[in-house]
């Protein structure tokens, strides 16, 4: 086992001295009490204040503890703030694919739709806006289950929806291994029949999973034939996922 993280014994002392002050301390100060030089405490307090964690005041530049700290308990994103960051790269996606486009954050039973942005023809859909996915049989389901922190998997007995569906635990299992590996989840008529779908994580500060984006039509606009999904639908939904995690505070 390795030993203590230097640069995260570092951030903790910095809270520790924003927390006992009492007053917006300074960065000569902060520096100071931590025997380090200015540089070296200017970068461990701007990732703080960055992920929220310090606050800067505008008009002193004085350092203080951030909200983050308070957020730490509840939901890590609002969801209008997570459709506001989506809602362009979603719609450029739709355009980009001729598929509709569903944005979810996770749930304790499942992955609920935020956004959703309707397929650009004249095909008859509804809204699908506050829908929970399963788990186990939508790809963005998959997804929030394999990249969002503190979601249980589902528990045995599996429901089945259509005849394509995980109702194994071992077959499930095996499927969330190959998302893990991958990075993204499919789904072929295993919700809906002859509905695919392709989803990819969305990531926040840190890289934490937060959602998912995912484009879902007919079988045969999203998988090649018996075989696995497109390519071109892959990489815009890749694309998509790292222009939202970017807008969302992740670094590339």
Known sequence: M???????????????????????????EIASALGLAKATTFGIIRTLRDVGFVHQDRETSDYSLGDGLRDLGRASLDPHDLRSHAMNWSDALASRTRLEVLVAMPQLDG??????????????????VDEVLPFHATALGKVVLAFA???????PGLERYTQR?????????????????????????????????????????????VGAVAVSGPLERVFRHAG??????????????VAISRSLGVRP
């Open 165 to 209: 569906t995980f109702t194994r635990r071992t077959s499930f299992d095996a499927e969330m291994r190959g998302v893990a590996e991958r990075g993204w989840a499919t789904e072929q008529a295993e919700f809906v029949p002859g509905v695919g779908a392709v989803a990819v994580p969305l990531r926040g500060f840190g890289g934490l999973g």
């Open 228 to 241: 696995p999904a497109m390519d071109d639908v892959v990489s815009a939904t890749l694309e998509t996922a």
């Open 149 to 155: 922190a503190g979601i249980a998997s589902p528990t």
């Open 111 to 128: 992955a609920r739709i935020v956004h959703h942005v309707f397929r650009p023809d004249d095909s008859a859909q509804v809204l699908r």
């Open 2 to 28: 390795g030993g203590h993280i230097q640069s995260v014994e570092r951030a903790a002392a910095v809270l520790r001295i924003l927390g006992s002050a009492g007053k917006p301390l300074r960065l000569a």
